[in-house]
Antibody, heavy 123, light 107 residues
Framework: QVQLVESGGGVVQPGRSLRLSCAAS????????MHWVRQAPGKGLEWVAV????????HYADSVKGRFTISRDNSKNTVYLQMNSLRAEDTAVYFC????????????????WGQGTLVTVSS | DIQMTQSPSSLSASVGDRVTITCRAS??????LNWYQQKPGKAPKLLIY???SLQSGVPSRFSGSGSGTDFTLTVSSLQPEDFATYYC?????????FGPGTKVEIK
């Protein structure tokens, strides 16, 4: 069965960096686009970034563009989110999510989700 | 960006009730509309994609309808495990955007 396990969250000071990881199993990782979606405490869902199956195409939400970088290592079945210049408003649970099967870069929705990792940006 | 709204923001219902949640897009999105269920402390779960297609493993009491700008999620007979928050999400254009959620509570 599809399993996505996020790690790397924690408490970080404003302006610092953090890297999240999402380890995938139960499917052919290199066939699927992968996303990061976040949820601030008590709030709704916000899409953050997507990376194509081969890593050649990436898109970001305006709120993180220029500060966050999504990447993947298909040999390790892992997708990453490098978060730089963190702000208090980046405090959230970060979920990785898998695209459905597709022949295009992404279907822009989320068939499977990990359990999330909490990032708290605070001094 | 396409804005998504949902109504109501919350509702109280009893086991066995028929429940309908509405989602509206700020511009036409054809049938590129998806529904998720989220329970406290858990990840969202895909219920419905492409407005009306039931995700594998999701009970048939869940159904979706609509096209263009107006969509609905219906639970035909609410079960105890259905008390959760429901989100709609458009996949018509980048960036994908979510509605604010509808919390379904026990009456």
């Amino acid at each position: 069965q599809v399993q996505l396990v996020e790690s790397g969250g924690g408490v970080v000071q404003p302006g610092r960096s953090l890297r999240l990881s999402c380890a995938a199993s139960g499917f052919t990782f290199s066939d699927y686009a992968m996303h990061w979606v976040r949820q601030a405490p008590g709030k709704g869902l916000e899409w953050v970034a997507v990376i194509s199956f081969d890593g050649s195409t990436k898109h970001y939400a305006d709120s993180v563009k220029g500060r966050f970088t999504i990447s993947r290592d298909n040999s390790k079945n892992t997708v990453y989110l490098q978060m730089n210049s963190l702000r208090a408003e980046d405090t959230a649970v970060y979920f990785c999510a898998r695209d459905p099967p597709t022949t295009v870069v992404t279907e822009w929705y989320f068939e499977h989700w990990g359990q999330g990792t909490l990032v708290t940006v605070s001094s | 960006d396409i804005q998504m709204t949902q109504s109501p923001s919350s509702l109280s219902a009893s086991v066995g009730d028929r429940v309908t949640i509405t989602c509206r897009a700020s511009q036409t999105i054809s049938r590129y509309l998806n529904w998720y269920q989220q329970k406290p402390g858990k990840a969202p779960k895909l219920l419905i994609y492409a407005a009306s297609s039931l995700q594998s493993g999701v009970p048939s009491r869940f159904s979706g309808s609509g096209s263009g700008t107006d969509f609905t999620l219906t639970v035909s007979s609410l079960q105890p495990e259905d008390f959760a928050t429901y989100y709609c999400q458009q996949s018509y254009s980048y960036p994908p955007t979510f509605g604010p959620g509808t919390k379904v509570e026990i009456k």
